[in-house]
């Protein structure tokens, strides 16, 4: 979120500007430059001012700065950060290869401004080029070390290493021995010290020497702030490895940046081993709370502006895998749908997110799909069906594949539940989509019934309720027949006296006293029941448990949430005791407090009353979201949520 907020701030300093560059004189020329810069060991954009190299003042908000703009004092002022969130040079600015830098070519040109620029308190030279700011890279050299590379034509800044050695002489000086697990190694502390532990500002060393084949040593020194032994904040890292004999042995360099938090890894790192003929590896990741969530891998190349290009980056899963979307914070789920192969949930504010099979590819995580949705389901992702807050539905597919988020055809208006052949309007009109053909959904569509309340569908079955009764009906369309070879061209009374009536893997009906009951045959309560010639198996409900608000059923168990708000599984009641999922054999109690459930293709999500999500079951191409494919006999909490970058 500080990435976006800084991306946010930027930009509206760009918008401050607009006026006054459209109104300054032109008083010179940025030029495109084959000089690449660092901070850090981070490359930065350059530019060439009359000779001397220029970085992007808004730009440095990614490598250690507070740049601020204060309009009404006509002021931008630049402050060193030592808590900040650093991100990367994009992939698209660093993955240039030096053949294609223009070198001398026009770049911007620089206006006249009345702005003053401060680096701290003091002002600077500053140009105002379209909007943003160059300052001389050279002004930086208060904060790090400077070098200059005429042969490498690269110049860097080291702030680490300098604010390393500036807490070090600032801080109060104790020496420790610290334990160390190499024989032929010495590690000291040197800084604030309580109860014999590190505590405070100081700077570790540990020397080792190696004598066993090839003699070496190796020096590793960081400086940072510790709490009870632990870093807490910047860790700031630095060694050598030096051989002392064999001619072919290079020198190596370490050079770390580490951010920590309670003890963990949280923020920016970065890790650069540098041999003494250039960089050999490069690794940059960002950590939240001891995980790992983003990871560039690049390689050198002295053929591309910045000695290395990126040849993977992205977010990362639960495994560690990289992926294309990136963490966000979601609000309290309120609503669930579970399909045959993915499962999709919606936040307090609207935001759909979809995981397993989506239309956006398989997903084992929650991503975010669209926003501003009050409801969404379907039992295959290419038919999934979403309505938005003013009740306007249309297919997901469409709008993200066919028609790439614009001008999206709305199916129908004022519909509050839909399934992939069936809707349901705000004022209780029960249709059939129009679905003779694939994608031909925009169609007139067909009236089942009016005055519905409430249904459920399975495929082209359905289940609704009305005036507290329970009607199945299913789609019969010309030339297209049912196995049993009959025609249901009317939907049919089969319930009495019923609160709420679910169509999945069974027809399941809670009555009025709160009784739950279920059956398997759709030929139940129509003229066809008991024929012989049909191949169900032909089921009157029966009774399964009481004290029930709602039900629904899934592949190998029945899932229910009780009046008291505790979900229970049991076996499905019609199947053979050996493929029940899990093995069940009997009720079993998964949580309490529980809002909502959905029950997928053998897996189940649920949300708590406290907008908690949580999935259970078989994890076929992470369809319950966990970030792995592993099977969850216990309810997974999911807590974490992405979106595409």
């Not at 701030?9 to 010179?28: K, L, N, R």
């Not at 009016?450 to 010309?478: C, H, I, T, W």
């Amino acid at each position: 979120m500080k990435r976006f907020l800084s991306v946010i701030m930027a930009c509206s300093f760009v918008f401050s500007f607009a006026g006054i560059t459209a109104q300054a004189d032109i008083v010179g020329e940025v030029i495109a430059t084959d000089i690449t810069a660092y901070i850090d060991e981070q490359p930065v954009s350059s530019y060439n001012i009359n000779d001397y190299t220029y970085v992007i003042a808004e730009d440095l908000r990614d490598y250690g700065f507070a740049v601020k703009w204060s309009e009404a004092a006509r002021e931008l002022r630049i402050y060193r950060k030592t808590d900040y969130t650093k991100w990367f040079l994009s992939a698209e600015k660093l993955n240039v290869k030096k053949s294609d830098v223009n070198r001398g070519a026009h770049a911007f040109d620089v206006y006249s401004t009345n702005i003053v620029t401060y680096l701290e308190d003091e002002p600077i030279t500053a140009f105002n080029v379209d909007g943003q700011t160059l300052i001389q890279i050279d002004e930086l050299t208060r904060y790090g070390y400077f070098s200059y590379d005429d042969e490498r034509r690269e110049v860097k800044i080291n702030m680490a290493a300098f604010y390393a050695d500036q807490l070090y002489d600032m801080s109060a000086k104790e020496t420790l021995l610290l334990p160390c697990d190499k024989i032929e190694g010495t590690i000291t502390y040197s800084g604030d010290v309580k109860d014999g532990k590190p505590n405070g500002y100081g700077r570790v060393t540990e020397e080792y020497e190696f004598t066993n084949g090839l003699a070496s040593t190796d020096r590793y020194v960081y400086t940072a702030k510790f709490v009870d032994g632990v870093p807490d904040g910047p860790l700031f890292y630095f060694g050598t490895y030096v051989p002392h004999n064999g001619s072919d042995r290079r020198v190596r360099d370490y050079y770390k940046i580490e951010h920590y938090k309670d003890g963990v890894l949280d923020g920016y790192f970065l890790s650069v081993t540098q041999y003494d003929d250039g960089y050999s590896t490069r690794t940059e990741a960002v950590y939240e709370n001891g995980a790992q969530i983003f990871s560039r891998v690049t390689e050198a190349d002295d053929t591309y502006r910045y000695g290395c290009k990126v040849v993977s980056e992205g977010y990362l899963d639960a495994l560690g895998n990289i992926i294309d979307y990136k963490p966000i914070e979601a609000g309290k789920i309120v609503a669930v749908s579970a399909g045959y192969s993915g499962g999709y949930a919606i936040d307090e504010n609207g935001v759909l997110f979809g995981f397993g099979e989506t239309v956006r590819g398989t997903k084992t995580v929650p991503v975010k799909l669209d926003e501003t949705v009050s409801f969404a389901a379907g039992d295959s992702a290419g038919l999934s069906s979403v309505i938005d807050r003013e009740g306007n539905l249309y297919y997901l597919y469409d709008k993200l594949v066919t028609y790439n988020n614009t001008d999206v055809p709305v199916a129908a208006e004022n519909v509050k539940a839909a399934s992939d052949n069936f809707f349901l309007t705000s004022d209780g009109n029960l249709y059939e989509k129009p679905t003779d053909y694939n994608w031909t959904w925009y169609d007139q569509p067909k009236l089942i019934d009016s005055g519905v309340s409430s249904f459920s569908a399975r495929g082209q079955m359905v289940l609704y309720l009305k005036d507290n009764s329970v009607y199945y009906g299913r789609v019969e369309r010309p030339g297209v027949s049912w196995n049993d070879g009959l025609t249901i061209s009317t939907p049919v009374k089969v319930f009495e006296n019923a609160k709420s009536a679910s169509l999945g893997g069974r027809f399941l009906v809670v009555d009025e006293n709160n009784t739950l009951w279920g059956w398997s045959s759709q030929l139940y309560g129509t003229p066809y029941e008991g024929q012989d010639d049909d191949i169900f198996s032909t089921l009157v409900p029966i009774q399964i448990a009481d004290d029930v608000a709602f039900a629904e059923s899934g592949s190998g168990f029945l899932a229910y949430v009780k009046t008291d708000g505790s979900l229970w599984v049991m076996p499905d009641v019609t199947e053979p005791e050996g493929e029940m999922l899990f093995d069940l054999k009997e009720p079993v109690k998964l949580s309490e407090n529980v809002k909502t459930i959905s029950c997928g293709g053998s897996f189940l999500l649920f949300v708590t009353n406290d907008g908690r999500l949580f999935s259970w079951g078989k994890n076929s191409g992470g369809r319950l979201g966990n970030g792995s494919r592993e099977d969850a006999t216990e309810p997974f909490f999911i807590q974490s949520f992405y979106a595409f970058r």
